[in-house]
């Protein structure tokens, strides 16, 4: 598919086009393996893998509380040194690639001494990649805020404006609380930093995206859920596991279709456009335990909606719990679609 021309005015329109087409790639953010394990995957062959596959970018979560030295905010060496390689590859690959903050412990009750803490580990990352690849490498300063969002708003422009006095010239990727919400971004606006681009995550209907899933407190205990909706094919489930989801569901007619996916984008675009907040899509996607045809018809809706909004995407993920492949290891046929020049 080709990539967007966008308004020849804006003078980042070439770097946000340069992460479209990608996939999250989940690793160094998995908290329930040992950090040493992590450190001695081999990354290189998945973001070969990734690139033969057709992505042009990936974002990679770190997740760096579980790679700090005891009792201390420096980063070990080693991981430093994987980034670096993962970087390398990249280049190599013409892959670009947006590094994150992931997992981090910001909260309400903390925020004014975990910030510091932010702020010191990117230092060092930053430091590591100073004057390297600034049209096609860029930091993603922290994963799904859940402050409330005049904290928030405070504390990740604090973070932008200390970073930027280190380096001037790296794009910065924010969003707004409530896990990177595109309502909680309208209420952020925009945080008047230089090189910043904006972004939100996309996951609606949840009671589709999330059914199955284990870690939402019973949220999403519906499964074989269609989309686009349809009335026979709608599962039948029983009161008590209907309760926690009751609301959804009722709704769900209303939200599981490709015009309601639509007009929510096209607010969040609109609000962006007119606030000069140039915009992106770090994550949007779809459970594996949804049915493959259904998960195939939402990445199609998902990725050519947001390509027609010219809104660079990148899908969360490669080929863990919301995998993008098929059964047969290859991406689906509705992301395969947008890989594909157009």
Request: charged content about 25%.
């Amino acid at each position: 598919m080709a990539h967007y021309t966008g308004d020849p005015t804006r003078n980042n329109q070439d770097i946000r086009n340069k992460f479209n087409d990608g996939v999250n790639l989940s690793l160094y953010e998995h908290y329930w393996e040992s950090p040493d394990t992590l450190l001695k995957a081999d990354i290189a062959s998945k973001l070969e893998a990734v690139h033969n596959a057709g992505f042009t970018s990936i974002r990679l979560p770190v997740g760096y509380d579980l790679f700090l030295q005891p009792h201390s905010y420096i980063v070990r060496p080693e991981l430093i040194d994987r980034l670096k390689e993962a970087w390398a590859v990249c280049s190599r690959l013409h892959l670009s690639l947006v590094i994150t903050y992931h997992y981090g412990k910001l909260t309400n009750d903390n925020d004014l001494e975990e910030r510091e803490k932010i702020i010191t580990i990117w230092k060092q990352v930053q430091n590591a990649f100073q004057g390297i690849s600034y049209d096609s490498l860029v930091f993603n300063l922290y994963n799904e805020p859940t402050l409330n969002r005049d904290s928030w708003k405070r504390d990740v422009t604090y973070i932008a404006k200390a970073l930027r006095k280190q380096d001037p010239s790296r794009y910065y990727i924010v969003g707004g609380t409530n896990y990177n919400s595109i309502d909680e971004l309208r209420e952020l606006g925009n945080i008047n930093v230089e090189n910043i681009l904006y972004e939100f995550h996309f996951y609606e209907p949840f009671l589709f995206t999330h059914q199955g899933a284990d870690w939402t407190d019973g949220k999403t205990n519906i499964t074989n859920l269609p989309y686009p909706y349809k009335r026979k094919e709608m599962p039948q489930v029983s009161n008590e596991a209907k309760k926690p989801s009751a609301d959804d569901y009722e709704r769900y007619p209303d939200e599981a279709n490709r015009q309601f996916v639509r007009d929510r984008l096209k607010d969040i675009v609109k609000y962006c456009k007119k606030h000069r907040m140039p915009v992106i899509c770090t994550e949007a996607g779809v459970i594996t335990a949804a049915p493959e045809q259904y998960r195939n018809n939402y990445l199609q809706d998902i990725t050519t909606i947001l390509y027609e909004l010219a809104v660079p995407t990148i899908l969360w993920d490669y080929d863990q719990k919301f995998s993008v492949l098929n059964g047969q290891g290859k991406p689906l046929n509705g992301v395969l679609n947008w890989l594909k020049p157009g």
